[in-house]
Nanobody
């Protein structure tokens, strides 16, 4: 069974940090681009970050640029999202997904072509 399992979501105060993990099982992520996406209550899903299969290129949406960092450890079959300087607007369910390449527009990473998805991990930023 091919799947991702996200973890690391939590309740955090504004200005705090979290590191999300996305562990793949049933397949190797080595050949895949992996993206992080989020969906806040009542809002559409949006792309947050994406990393190329070999990690040499990363993309971010404007709202998180400079605060979030995506990375990957192919040996551990895991992708990470380090989130710093969190704000209330970052509150959402965060998903990871894998596809052949990162598709990026001026609106940031897109979910087009992302074939494998996790079930998400919730992040709440609140005092």
């Amino acid at each position: 069974q091919l799947k991702f399992t996200e973890s690391g979501g939590a309740l955090v105060q504004p200005g705090g940090s979290l590191r999300l993990s996305c562990a793949a099982s049933g397949f190797s992520i080595r050949a895949y681009a992996v993206g992080w996406f989020r969906q806040a209550p009542g809002k559409a899903r949006e792309g947050v970050a994406c990393i190329r299969f070999n990690g040499d290129t990363t993309h971010y949406s404007d709202p998180v640029k400079g605060r979030f960092t995506i990375s990957r450890d192919n040996a551990k079959n895991t992708v990470y999202l380090q989130m710093n300087s969190l704000i209330a607007e970052d509150t959402a369910n965060y998903f990871c997904a894998a596809g052949g390449m990162c598709v990026v527009t001026r609106d940031g990473p897109q979910d087009y072509g992302m074939d494998y998805w996790g079930e998400g991990t919730p992040v709440t930023v609140s005092s």
